[in-house]
Nanobody, 122 residues
Framework: QLQLVESGGGLVQPGGSLRLSCAAS????????IGWFRQAPGKEREGVLC????????AYVDSVKGRFTISRDNAKNTVYLQMNSLKPEDTGVYYC???????????????WGQGTQVTVSS
């Protein structure tokens, strides 16, 4: 069974950090671009960051630049989203997705995880 599983979400105070993990089973992440998306309450899902097969990253939300980084560990078949200096507006469900290439929209992504909740609140 091909699936992606996110983990690492939780409740954190403003200014805190979280590291999300996206682990694949049933297929190898090496061959895919991996995107992180998020959906805040009452809002549409948006692309946040993506890492290409070669390891280059692209941010799709200006507010996360300098605070969020994406990385991949092919040996562990896992992609990470390191989130620092978290703000309340970062609250939402975070999803990872595997696709043919990096894109800020959903179209190129074939596989999706179930999401992990991130709540930034004091």
């Amino acid at each position: 069974q091909l699936q992606l599983v996110e983990s690492g979400g939780g409740l954190v105070q403003p200014g805190g950090s979280l590291r999300l993990s996206c682990a694949a089973s049933g297929f190898t992440l090496d061959y895919y671009a991996i995107g992180w998306f998020r959906q805040a309450p009452g809002k549409e899902r948006e692309g946040v960051l993506c890492i290409s097969r070669s390891g280059s990253s692209t941010a799709y939300v200006d507010s996360v630049k300098g605070r969020f980084t994406i990385s991949r560990d092919n040996a562990k078949n896992t992609v990470y989203l390191q989130m620092n200096s978290l703000k309340p507006e970062d609250t939402g469900v975070y999803y990872c997705a595997a696709g043919r290439f990096c894109w800020g929209g959903s179209d190129p992504y074939n596989y999706w995880g179930q999401g992990t909740q991130v709540t930034v609140s004091s």
